[in-house]
Each structure stands twice: as C-alpha cells, then as structure tokens.
Nanobody, 122 residues
Framework: QVQLVESGGGLVQAGGSLTLSCVPS????????MRWFRQAPGKDREVVAG????????YYADSVKGRFTISRDNAKNTVFLQMNSLKFEDTAVYYC???????????????WGQGTQVTVSS
C-alpha cells in the first residue's frame, strides 16, 4: 500500500522560511514524479512544484519561482519543499503527491498525502 507522509508545516511570519518533507512508502519511487500541491480556503488546488525522482528535473509554478525549492534525497527517501520569503498568500494546506508516469506537471497524482497546514502571518 502506497503511503505519503508529509511533515514540516506550521505558523511563520511573512518573510520567514519553512521546509516541508514527504516520505513515500509502499513501493520503489525511483522513476516516479513527485509534486507538491496546495489548497487555500475557497480556492482550487494548485500545483506548486514538481520533481522527477530519476534525473531531478524540476518544475515551479510562477507564483513560487525564486522562493521555493523542491529536492529529493535518495538516501533518506524523502522529497523536500524548501519555502523561503513566505507571503501571506502562501497560506494553504500543502499536499505531497506521487505519479507513476509523467503527463503534465499540473496533473493530479495517483497517490496523496494527508496534507500539512502552512500559515503565514502578515
């Protein structure tokens, strides 16, 4: 059974930083596409960043380019989302997702984590 476990959310002041972690389990993810999505209250879910586990190709939404960094650590079997210069509008529940094949960067994943809340105070 595939599981994705996120952690690292919390409350931070605008301009601050947080790092989210996603640990997948249940199969080998070496050829998978990992993405971070977020959903703010009253808004649609949107893709934030993605990474090809094999090769490390990355994608970023325009709204987070230059501020967020997605990475993976093979030894720790973990995907990270480093978030710097956080803004009030980054407040949302952040979800990690995994896909067994690449279609579009904004395609929803095959598996999802439970989500972790990020709140940025202005």
């Amino acid at each position: 059974q595939v599981q994705l476990v996120e952690s690292g959310g919390g409350l931070v002041q605008a301009g601050g930083s947080l790092t989210l972690s996603c640990v997948p389990s249940g199969r080998t993810f070496s050829n998978y596409v990992m993405r971070w999505f977020r959903q703010a209250p009253g808004k649609d879910r949107e893709v934030v960043a993605g990474i090809m586990w094999s090769g490390g190709t990355t994608y970023y939404a325009d709204s987070v380019k230059g501020r967020f960094t997605i990475s993976r650590d093979n030894a720790k079997n973990t995907v990270f989302l480093q978030m710097n210069s956080l803004k009030f509008e980054d407040t949302a529940v952040y979800y990690c997702s995994a896909s067994s094949r690449m279609t579009r960067w904004d395609s929803p994943g095959d598996w999802w984590g439970q989500g972790t809340q990020v709140t940025v105070s202005s």
